[in-house]
């Protein structure tokens, strides 16, 4: 593409066309990277507005708006806690979807399968791992309470997941009835 095709593109993309047709004003700019900005940003714009929706989400989606900011940057400003990690990254997701292999969503579709804890004798929820599983260790009590209400959810969160490096994963889903 030669310099004046180039122009012609970058008009087209950054004027409106008019009854005498486009106005260049002067200014120079890639057309490539303009035209990569604007679908970045419509993408960005649908990701915010899908990550409202629980339609979009799920129902159970861990309440902290933190967690619903999307960016096409390094994973945006959560994941980039989990490195290349994508066993990690798998647990974060269901983590906060609460869309795991433990007892509270096997409750959903398997209601004669066994749901309790494999280590005390409750049912196996998100919330008994992340706040009182004996077989678990938390920074602090009551740590989904914290997460809800963190400035930092997912940090917090990737840190409890390396501790526990079994947890939402199903190495621990209730054993079946025998
Ligand atoms: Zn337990």
Redesign the pocket.
Known sequence: MNGRTCRQVDVKLTEPESSTGPQYRGEVVDGHAYARQRVTGGVTKEWHLLAQLPSHIGHSFLPNSRLRKVSHIKGGPFLAAFGDSSPLAARLARTILNHAPIGEFRSRFFPHENIT?N??P?R?TRR?ILNS???YNRPRERFLEFLINSSEPGAHLASFLTDNMTAFSFTDAPAPRI
């Open positions: 804890c280590w005390c409750a196996q008994h599983c004996t077989h």
